[in-house]
């Protein structure tokens, strides 16, 4: 969704701006596309982001203490088996709003951190192009793909930790009034700080899985532009 998004958003940017789908685009093309791609995927993923952070968040009860003594007194959870049954348990007790909370904090994530993802994907591509050459070889985007995605996390860290508030704040004992009053009362209770909870750990994660996502994303593109190119006149 988000790279399917992401080229035909630039295809027509260029179209419209330079007159042809494979002209060059300017940083702002990337930008907006980025951005485009970032804010469309947010439909799909927020009940699923609403499940796995409940299903993360969520405590039962022991059933004994350590070494035999009492139960342990921790507060019971809603008691989700799986991520369908939590969706179906959100949907009946909070209705479609509760599929989609936290989603304000989610478009602000995900639409500033595709378009820094992209953006610096593009730019890292550039800086690490041989000189005579067009494209990044294997190592070249390797670099720039976990580049990007680091760069894109240190973006998205501060609304991620506020959307999984938001999202783990379900209908009893709710603490938060909305993104806003999240925010203050996080940063008014634990400091500045807690907006970057995660991050290095997010980045650790990110720069691995982006540098074999572009890898596979620059591959498809090539494979499809070969057989595009072998295809014979008119089928295209």
């Known amino acids: ?94 209705g479609l709003r509760g599929l989609y909370k936290g989603s304000s904090a989610l478009l602000l994530r995900d639409g500033h951190s595709f378009a820094t993802y992209f953006l610096s994907y593009a730019l890292l591509s550039e800086w690490l192009t041989p000189e005579g050459h067009s494209q990044p070889g294997v190592g070249g985007v390797l670099l720039a793909g976990g580049g990007a995605g680091v760069l894109a996390w240190a973006v998205a860290t501060p609304m991620d930790v506020v959307k999984a508030r938001l999202q783990a704040d379900g209908r009893a004992g709710r603490r938060y009034r909305g993104l806003a009053h999240c925010v203050v009362s996080s940063v008014r209770e634990e400091g500045p700080r807690v907006l970057f909870k995660g991050l290095a750990l997010n980045c650790c994660r990110a720069f691995p899985v982006n540098m074999v996502v572009f890898l596979a994303y620059e591959a498809v593109l090539r494979l499809s532009r070969g057989l595009l190119a072998a295809a014979p006149p008119g089928s295209q």
């Open 1 to 94: 969704m988000s790279f399917g998004t992401y080229r035909c958003c630039l295809a027509h940017i260029c179209r419209l701006r330079y007159g042809s789908a494979e002209a060059k685009p300017g940083k702002t093309d990337i930008t907006v596309s980025g951005f485009a791609s970032g804010v469309s995927r947010v439909f799909l993923t927020s009940p699923t982001e609403v499940a796995k952070v409940r299903l993360q968040t969520q405590r039962r009860p022991s059933a004994s203490g350590p070494l035999g003594t009492p139960p342990l007194s921790l507060p019971a959870g809603p008691g989700y088996r799986g991520p369908l049954h939590c969706l179906a348990t959100v949907a009946r007790e909070e």
